[in-house]
């Protein structure tokens, strides 16, 4: 009993986190239609304070929004005897679909090495890659491709000095997301830094779901495969019969 009141009394006296973040977002949802062609998120929040807190290091502020992560499967292509052709394939074990981060300054020099490590918020941190050392010599290659790869298609996005922060207090930032999302939770997380630590950290949910027809499409062809391909194959006889009509009147 005497061990359990001193550990209480030992978190009572701990000291509250001197700035914490209070944010919101534009919307928590994402509707995917057949007609998509992206959208944009509005993050936005204020920093709560209990005391006033150490300023001898600038305030800084770090968001991320993560998309469902999945494994991926990474090739390399060689020229052999004229002609290019696959010679290595790794296996990346988790890779986010999408992933931004955006910041009120340059990454490196507002998050260190160490809390970059223990909360993944860098793009190449958040890419779970253990397994590809066992596969090929240079792993680092195949993770570095992903990645050029998926900013080239704007699935990963570095957003330095994209967050307008005034006053040390409000803060907010835009993050565009393109037509090409993979469908499920995209994780949110914003983090308060001073001097390269994280010193609070806020984490969130914006779901991303396909509705309307591109909904009952994407249901059809997974849950009753039969019955969508021959409803695709009656609409293109139907389409082809249609077109050969059309150019048969023009003839006349």
């Known amino acids: 009993m005497r061990i359990i009141l001193l550990c209480l009394a030992?978190?009572?006296?701990?000291?509250?986190a001197a700035e914490q973040v209070v944010a919101g977002l534009s919307r928590d949802?994402?509707?995917?239609?057949a007609n998509f062609d992206g959208s944009d998120i509005l993050i936005y929040g204020a920093v709560k304070r209990d005391r006033e807190p150490d300023q001898s290091e600038p305030l800084h502020v770090i968001i991320t929004v993560a998309g469902p992560s999945e494994p991926v499967t990474v090739r390399k292509k060689d020229k052999r005897y004229g002609i290019w052709v696959n010679t290595e394939a790794a296996e990346v074990d988790l890779a986010p679909s999408f992933y931004a981060v955006a910041t009120t300054a340059p990454l490196q020099e507002i998050l260190s090495f160490t809390e970059d490590l223990r909360h993944h918020v860098s793009i190449p941190k958040a890419i779970r890659a253990v397994g590809v050392t066992d596969m090929v010599q240079h792993p680092r290659d195949f993770t570095n491709a992903l990645i050029r790869i998926r900013t080239n298609a704007n699935l990963y996005q570095y957003l330095n000095?994209?967050?307008?922060?005034?006053?040390?207090?409000?803060?907010?930032?835009?993050?565009d997301l393109p037509a090409n999302l993979v469908e499920g939770p995209y994780r949110t997380s914003i983090f308060l830094t001073r001097g390269g630590t994280v010193v609070d950290r806020f984490d969130t949910v914006i779901d991303v779901n396909k509705v309307g027809l591109e909904r009952w499409i994407y249901d059809l062809a997974?849950?009753?495969?039969?019955?969508?391909?021959?409803l695709s194959l009656t609409i293109a006889i139907a389409a082809g019969w249609g077109a050969s009509a059309i150019f048969r009147v023009i003839r006349i």
């Open 10 to 16: 030992v978190v009572i006296a701990l000291p509250a």
């Open 29 to 33: 949802e994402v509707a995917i239609t």
């Open 161 to 175: 000095a994209a967050i307008d922060l005034r006053d040390d207090t409000l803060f907010s930032t835009q993050i």
């Open 222 to 230: 997974h849950n009753q495969p039969l019955i969508y391909g021959i």
